[in-house]
């Protein structure tokens, strides 16, 4: 499956406010092999000040942090959601995050890009990062 072109996103001042505001990040597909991109990605977040909350359907521990299972599963509040799943799963995370009910954004990884799931996490009252790194685009605005 191709990614759609992103007309739904955020802008870069809108990601300055987003990280601003971002205290903990979920991060959906966090790999513990250490030469993965949700792994370099889930590190950086960490060194930077941000709470991850690894969500992988195994392990116990990634990057020295509880591993969920699910969004739902995480007992407190969650602001952004990182995904690096492909993109027919980016809806049911989408879901996941409406049901939570305090999700602010909803971020998709580079390559990935689902402009219904972004659409309806937007009308749901989120703000939404499609095809975009969290570690490139925090460094390009704070370091």
């Given at each position: 499956?191709?990614?759609?072109?992103?007309?739904?996103?955020s802008?870069?001042?809108?990601?300055?406010?987003?990280?601003?505001?971002?205290?903990?990040?979920?991060?959906?597909?966090?790999?513990?092999?250490?030469?993965?991109?949700?792994?370099?990605?889930?590190?950086?977040?960490?060194?930077?000040?941000?709470?991850?909350?690894?969500?992988?359907?195994?392990?116990?521990?990634?990057?020295?942090?509880?591993?969920?299972?699910?969004?739902?599963?995480?007992?407190?509040?969650?602001?952004?959601?990182?995904?690096?799943?492909?993109?027919?799963?980016?809806g049911?995370?989408?879901?996941?995050?409406?049901?939570?009910?305090?999700?602010?954004?909803?971020?998709?990884?580079?390559?990935?890009?689902?402009?219904?799931?972004?659409?309806?996490?937007?009308?749901?009252?989120?703000?939404?990062?499609?095809?975009?790194?969290?570690?490139?685009?925090?460094?390009?605005?704070?370091?």
């Amino acid at each position: 499956m191709e990614c759609e072109f992103p007309s739904v996103n955020s802008n870069k001042d809108e990601i300055k406010e987003i990280f601003d505001n971002t205290k903990t990040i979920a991060i959906i597909g966090l790999s513990p092999d250490e030469s993965k991109a949700s792994n370099m990605v889930g590190k950086y977040l960490k060194n930077a000040g941000f709470k991850i909350v690894p969500v992988y359907p195994k392990e116990d521990q990634i990057l020295g942090e509880k591993v969920y299972r699910s969004l739902d599963e995480i007992p407190f509040k969650v602001d952004m959601v990182d995904i690096f799943r492909k993109p027919d799963v980016i809806g049911l995370v989408v879901d996941a995050a409406i049901k939570r009910g305090d999700v602010d954004t909803i971020w998709t990884q580079l390559g990935l890009v689902n402009n219904d799931a972004a659409k309806k996490a937007i009308e749901a009252g989120m703000k939404v990062v499609q095809n975009k790194c969290t570690k490139i685009e925090h460094r390009e605005i704070f370091v």
